[in-house]
């Protein structure tokens, strides 16, 4: 295998996603879409560089978190649009580290390193990537004549019966760094959109016989992303290889079709997670099990079970805890806690072996500001209780059910406040007017 240098192209406006977020900055389970190609890219190249125009800045500033590694150089946009015109602003400022570029684009969130590496085992000096479609719609056509390819073609600029050449250009190439110094000065914008098109260079080269290699590739790992259809399609195929990775890896899963997992989810040891079940951020889950359609944001679970119907919100942390059907956890610190109904617990600690009863509050927020609840051991906090922040509740305390506690309550009391029951006899007779039987 030989060893590149990459080039992903991404100064595209991106206008077809009707979005004023960067296209290239769209997310597809958690992660933006040139957060995925850099990640494959770096696999294969330690010499990795994106191309940016439009939104540069706040594309550079978000992968950069990510990737501290990879440059980024700006596009001469007004004098050279097009793919054509990336390539010449990136080597008018840069001199590849490797005699061969692989180019890539930042719409194509679901190229894999693998297949990618198929473009080094040739010795051509062109190596194009080929499609072959029920329809060639959306992409460059390939001519051939005689059984060998003559050049790309974009629809564009297409005849009617080129359009209907089902064979087509992918995007993707690699290509020697002197065949492009040879021949980017030769490109020109005569075309429909008046841009240069990088799709030129594969005529102009062959042309003067350098050898160019078809590469045919799988149509799923190099989807472009150009619309919102086409970003919840390519959604789709990277959630199932995430699913399938955890599958492999000893998680249980029902209905597997309708859970949503995050790029940035883990699991570790073995968990069960049913249908509707959607898992958002950095989730840790460990030896648990997550029941239908409950969802899970950024939290860390560990020898717990979740829902049905249950909601864990950020910086929630739970450990040997059981959470029922409607329970809505946030920001809780949970050790060994029974919550099993229709709860709302926000910003709170509870200790071991505390339950909590269908339909206790914590009332975290007083309008302005958010408020701590903390719960010891043993506490059992009877139904319907509102616990008004901020409050302790120490080891051992019981709370009376239909309380409202605005109070500390010390270890070992139990804490009631409501109103006495009292009765009015045979109140029902006289307020209907009718007789006792
Ligand atoms: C391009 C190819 C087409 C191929 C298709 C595959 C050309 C001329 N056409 O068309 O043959 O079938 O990809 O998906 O290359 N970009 C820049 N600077 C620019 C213009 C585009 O960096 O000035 C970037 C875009 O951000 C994008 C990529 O290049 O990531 C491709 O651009 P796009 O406009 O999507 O090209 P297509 O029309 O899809
Ligand atoms: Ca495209």
């Known amino acids: 295998m030989r060893n590149c240098s990459i080039v992903i192209l991404a100064a595209g406006m991106g206008s077809r996603m009707k979005s004023s977020t960067p296209k290239v900055l769209h997310q597809i389970c958690g992660r933006e879409m040139l957060y995925y190609s850099l990640k494959e890219a770096l696999k294969i190249s330690d010499d990795v560089s994106v191309i940016l125009y439009h939104s540069a800045d706040k594309i550079q500033e978000v992968m950069q978190q990510h990737f501290p590694k990879i440059r980024f150089i700006r596009q001469d946009y007004e004098n050279y649009p097009g793919t054509g015109g990336a390539i010449i602003s990136f080597l008018k400022s840069y001199t590849p580290r490797y005699p061969s570029l692989l180019i890539l684009n930042g ?219 409607f329970v809505e956890v946030k920001k809780g610190i949970l050790k060994g806690v029974k919550a099993g109904h229709l709860s709302y617990l926000g910003d709170c600690e509870i200790d071991e072996g505390s339950n909590i009863g269908a339909g206790v509050i914590t009332c975290n927020y007083d309008g302005k500001q958010k408020h701590q609840t903390r719960i010891g051991k043993n506490v059992f906090v009877g139904s319907d209780t509102q616990l008004v922040a901020p409050i302790n509740l120490a080891d051992d305390v019981l709370i009376a059910a239909g309380s409202t506690i605005t109070t500390d309550v010390p270890q070992g009391s139990l804490a009631i406040s409501r109103t006495k029951q009292n009765h009015k006899e045979n109140f029902f007779y006289t307020f209907f007017n009718k007789e006792k039987k």
């Open 107 to 325: 719409d194509m969130p679901l190229v894999q390193a693998e297949e990618l590496q198929q473009f080094l085992d040739t010795n051509a000096e062109i190596v194009m990537s080929v499609l072959r479609l029920q329809k060639g719609d959306g992409y460059g056509r390939i001519i051939m004549q005689n059984g060998q390819v003559k050049g790309i073609v974009e629809e564009k600029d297409a005849t009617l019966e080129q359009k209907k050449i089902n064979i087509v250009n992918a995007g993707v190439y690699l290509i020697s760094c002197e065949v492009l110094q040879r021949f980017l000065p030769c490109l020109n914008n005569n075309n429909a959109q008046q841009e240069y098109y990088l799709t030129d260079i594969v005529s102009l080269a062959l042309e003067k016989k350098i050898l160019l290699q078809p590469l045919e590739v799988k149509e799923e790992n190099f989807k472009g992303v150009n619309t919102k259809l086409d970003l919840s399609i390519a959604e789709e195929i990277m959630l199932e290889r995430i699913r399938n990775y955890w599958l492999n890896e000893g998680v249980i899963m029902h209905q597997k079709e309708s859970i949503y997992i995050d790029e940035r989810a883990e699991f570790i040891g073995e968990c069960e997670i049913e249908g509707g079940v959607k898992i958002f951020g950095n989730c840790k889950i460990i030896d648990s099990i997550i029941k239908a359609h409950s969802v899970v944001e950024f939290s860390e679970i560990a020898h717990s079970d979740i829902g049905p119907f249950a909601h864990i919100r950020p910086q929630t942390q739970m450990i040997n805890t059981h959470i029922g059907n």
